[in-house]
């Protein structure tokens, strides 16, 4: 078996069977679908029944015990796979036919650790191409695990795995293939589709779930696992910008509305959080609206000018601004 497609099931009846259908109408055979139900509470469970009894030979189904979440269950189906390379597929999301062809022929074409490609944004029926960049910002800031193929013996061997936060397994498992100097292919093709679900976890988040405490925690779990001190300063830079994007996000974008008194207390949390694992983050030389080269424009504008005015100590009426929204 060339590869495997580990898709976590929980709450997912009303598009499971859409994930599934485009996972098994491949242009290719060379491969099985491990779904992992995750104790889900629907229907979710008689949809896979359905379609191993349909496909047996594709479609392989295990059930946890008990809800472990979504970086623990994919770590758990990892025990299972013994193929040699590993797609991660979200059970509210899709892929065009030949989505694991274009992947395998780009893996077969190098001794690459990680193939990424880039994504399409499906917002109730709206489809908006995502292609990424050929830089090291679309391993570390793009950090989703989906879109991407991994060789499984780059995982085994630097034991790479996920976290129990609820939110941020991805940017931990890509920091940790980053740490652990992954070879990376960037391909120019989108055939990922990445649905919107406003009931998911990211898609429900708001000022109330505290994200950047979320994300404070999943960062604390990566730094306690991995010395940057043994990373040349290049690296180090990388990581560091990489923390600094996912912090700010988690102050602009999700906390809009939540009140200047609040926005304060969050800022607090942010800024002295920074200061302690990343002391001298202002001096990053990432920091920029024109760079660095290759990264977005959306995290070049927030992390250039939110840390832009707040070497001129000027950041806090944005926040104040945001926090009014």
Request: hydrophobic share 35%; with cysteine.
């Amino acid at each position: 078996m060339k590869a495997t497609i580990i898709v976590p099931v929980y709450n997912v009846e009303k598009y499971l069977s859409r994930c599934l259908d485009s996972l098994v109408h491949q242009t290719i055979s060379d491969y099985e679908v491990l779904c992992v139900n995750d104790c889900s509470p629907d229907n979710s469970d008689l949809i896979l029944a359905e379609y191993q009894e349909k496909y047996p030979s594709r479609i392989r189904v295990i059930n946890n015990e008990c809800n472990l979440g979504l970086g623990r269950t994919r770590e758990r189906a990892l025990e299972y796979v013994c193929s040699e390379y590993v797609f991660f597929v979200d059970s509210d999301d899709y892929v065009a036919p030949n989505y694991i062809e274009t992947y395998l022929q780009a893996a077969d074409d190098g001794d690459y650790d990680i193939i990424a490609g880039g994504f399409i944004r499906d917002i109730d029926g709206k489809l908006k191409r995502h292609r990424i960049s050929n830089s090291v910002w679309s391993t570390t800031t793009y950090a989703i695990a989906c879109a991407k193929l991994f060789k499984k013996s780059f995982i085994e061997e630097n034991k790479l795995g996920f976290t129990g936060v609820p939110c941020g397994e991805d940017i931990y498992f890509s920091l940790c293939a980053f740490y652990c100097n992954a070879k990376v292919k960037i391909i120019p093709y989108e055939g990922y589709y990445y649905y919107f679900n406003r009931q998911s976890i990211t898609g429900s988040m708001n000022y109330k779930k505290n994200h950047e405490q979320i994300m404070a925690e999943m960062f604390d779990l990566f730094l306690q696992s991995h010395d940057l001190s043994k990373l040349p300063k290049s690296r180090f830079d990388v990581i560091e910008y990489t923390y600094l994007a996912n912090m700010i996000n988690a102050l602009v974008v999700f906390n809009r509305g939540c009140g200047p008194k609040l926005m304060r207390s969050k800022y607090s949390f942010v800024f002295s959080h920074a200061r302690k694992n990343f002391p001298n983050y202002l001096k990053n030389p990432h920091i920029g609206i024109l760079k660095p080269k290759g990264q977005t424009l959306k995290i070049r504008l927030g992390v250039g000018v939110m840390l832009g005015l707040q070497k001129l100590h000027l950041d806090w009426p944005a926040y104040y601004i945001i926090s009014k929204l």
